[in-house]
């Protein structure tokens, strides 16, 4: 994050303040500064978003756009530690099944497992009972009240919050982790530490967080390291950050 650092100190020197100013979404996505402020930053935010829209329509889920709290925290549950046309394939059956906290809670065990199956990961059903009873006993109507949500973690609170309630930090999911690294590092440390990493939550902070619209900016990140940034082999050649990209570089 040195370089971060270093834009930051020449911001502040120059009396400067970062403003990402969205002058167009027509046009293309992208973001302008009202000076020439260039950073590896700015072009990453660029990039992505640029990237996003040309490739939205193939890339939206159904559920991205739907607002319901209950289908909404049950896609994030189903979508945990699985590949999203997994979810896609079980997701109208499982929500014409189960349309409320009260429908999961009144489901015996070898039902939802069933539901379920498909998806893997033991504990999924757990989960869903879990967060449907906090849905049953709390009111949402507050960025607030999805910290509580048994089983979720910090990726899924925030997509949640931006989704919901268009409110809180980027959501930084594995996929959007690994892009993030590669971009600035030049690397990927072990998997199970990606989300979690300070650099992931510095990046964030310093750099992702600074955009107004965090929710499409989520989306885009994490959609090209699902389908570009892939984990073993990254598609380099069809990124949209490969110019600026340190992995990029040393391997194109
Ligand atoms: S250029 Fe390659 S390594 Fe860098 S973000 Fe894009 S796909 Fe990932």
């Not at 009144?106 to 449907?132: I, P, W």
């Amino acid at each position: 994050m040195k370089f971060i650092e270093e834009e930051l100190n020449e911001v502040k020197r120059h009396g400067r303040h970062i403003f990402l100013v969205i002058l167009s979404m027509k046009d293309g996505g992208c973001i302008k500064l009202p000076e020439a402020y260039e950073s590896k930053c700015t072009v990453l935010i660029n990039g992505l978003l640029k990237w996003y829209s040309e490739n939205s329509s193939l890339l939206n889920r159904k559920w991205r756009k739907d607002t319901d709290i209950f289908r909404s925290v049950m896609t994030e549950l189903l979508l945990i530690r699985t590949r999203r046309e997994a979810v896609e394939n079980i997701y109208d059956v499982f929500f014409s099944k189960f349309r409320s906290p009260e429908d999961i809670l009144r489901a015996s065990k070898e039902d939802l497992e069933k539901a379920v199956y498909s998806l893997g990961m033991r504990k999924r059903v757990l989960l869903l009972k879990r967060a449907a009873a906090y849905l049953k006993e709390h009111e949402i109507r507050s960025p607030e009240d999805i910290d509580g949500l048994p089983g979720a973690g910090e990726y899924v609170k925030s997509i949640l919050k931006l989704k919901l309630f268009n409110k809180g930090n980027t959501a930084v999911d594995r996929n959007g982790a690994r892009v993030l690294f590669r971009y600035f590092y030049g690397y990927v440390p072990d998997v199970e530490k990606l989300e979690k990493c300070k650099e992931v939550e510095r990046i964030r902070k310093e750099c992702l967080d600074f955009y107004d619209d965090r929710l499409t900016l989520s989306y885009a990140l994490m959609d090209l390291g699902y389908y570009v940034c892939k984990p073993r082999k990254p598609e380099c050649n069809k990124c949209p950050l490969k110019d600026t990209c340190k992995y990029a570089r040393g391997t194109l």
